[in-house]
């Protein structure tokens, strides 16, 4: 989950998101449908399920880095508390609501993840409910069971890569990394762990 606060162009992102909504409605409204996929290449990307086992309530224990990718010493914030996800358009999309607090604060945030069929693969795309704005997406898929995801941002007006981890530890255990990369990728900063158990 990329928590940092240094988002840019959020203005452009919410016009994307805005534009995609409206090309989406007027498809509808003018009865044009999408091609549908031949069975082969349903059954082939069929990666839409890949969230089913996430659905549902989880108590969460995060711990965050505070200053990631500084030269200060290394300071874990801890919080605990609530994630609920909740399926979208027949499991297609989900929606992520985060909600945990620790002696430093609280983080309030969501999380929407669309799949994309064409490309089998998933953007997860966070806002921090702070200030309302959607962060860059990261887009990746599961493998045996870890899910990976990949995209770019800004931290402190410099440009970063931010990698996302998800590992099922079970069907009620789970745990998520962030990692922030400034070097291309080459090497990585974890700052973000959370463990999930469900309720």
């Given at each position: 989950?990329?928590?940092h606060?240094?988002?840019?162009?959020?203005?452009?992102?919410?016009?994307?998101?805005?534009?995609?909504?409206?090309?989406?409605?007027?498809?509808?409204v003018?009865g044009?449908?999408?091609p549908l996929?031949?069975?082969?290449?349903?059954?082939?990307?069929?990666?839409?399920?890949?969230?089913?086992?996430?659905i549902?309530?989880?108590?969460?224990?995060?711990?965050?880095?505070?200053?990631?990718?500084?030269?200060a010493?290394?300071e874990?914030?801890?919080?605990t508390?609530?994630t609920?996800?909740?399926?979208l358009?027949?499991?297609?999309?989900?929606v992520?609501?985060?909600?945990?607090?620790?002696?430093?604060?609280?983080i309030?945030?969501?999380?929407?993840?669309?799949?994309e069929?064409q490309?089998?693969?998933?953007?997860?795309?966070?806002?921090?409910?702070?200030?309302g704005?959607l962060a860059?997406?990261?887009?990746?898929?599961?493998?045996?069971?870890?899910?990976?995801?990949?995209?770019d941002d800004?931290?402190?007006?410099?440009?970063?890569?931010?990698?996302?981890?998800?590992?099922?530890?079970?069907?009620?255990?789970a745990r998520?990394?962030?990692?922030?990369?400034?070097?291309?990728?080459?090497?990585?900063?974890?700052?973000?762990i959370?463990?999930?158990?469900?309720?």
């Amino acid at each position: 989950m990329n928590t940092h606060a240094k988002v840019t162009m959020p203005q452009k992102r919410i016009l994307v998101v805005c534009m995609s909504l409206l090309a989406l409605t007027a498809s509808a409204v003018t009865g044009e449908a999408a091609p549908l996929p031949s069975t082969a290449q349903s059954v082939a990307a069929d990666g839409q399920h890949d969230f089913d086992w996430e659905i549902g309530t989880w108590r969460s224990q995060v711990r965050v880095l505070a200053n990631p990718l500084s030269e200060a010493p290394d300071e874990w914030l801890e919080f605990t508390g609530t994630t609920v996800v909740r399926p979208l358009m027949d499991r297609r999309a989900n929606v992520v609501e985060f909600d945990v607090k620790g002696p430093t604060g609280r983080i309030e945030a969501l999380n929407l993840r669309l799949y994309e069929p064409q490309a089998d693969r998933w953007s997860l795309t966070f806002v921090n409910m702070r200030d309302g704005l959607l962060a860059p997406a990261v887009y990746g898929g599961f493998s045996d069971g870890v899910g990976e995801f990949y995209g770019d941002d800004q931290l402190d007006g410099r440009p970063i890569k931010v990698r996302f981890r998800i590992v099922r530890q079970g069907p009620d255990k789970a745990r998520f990394e962030q990692a922030f990369s400034e070097d291309g990728g080459a090497t990585w900063e974890t700052n973000w762990i959370v463990v999930d158990r469900r309720i």
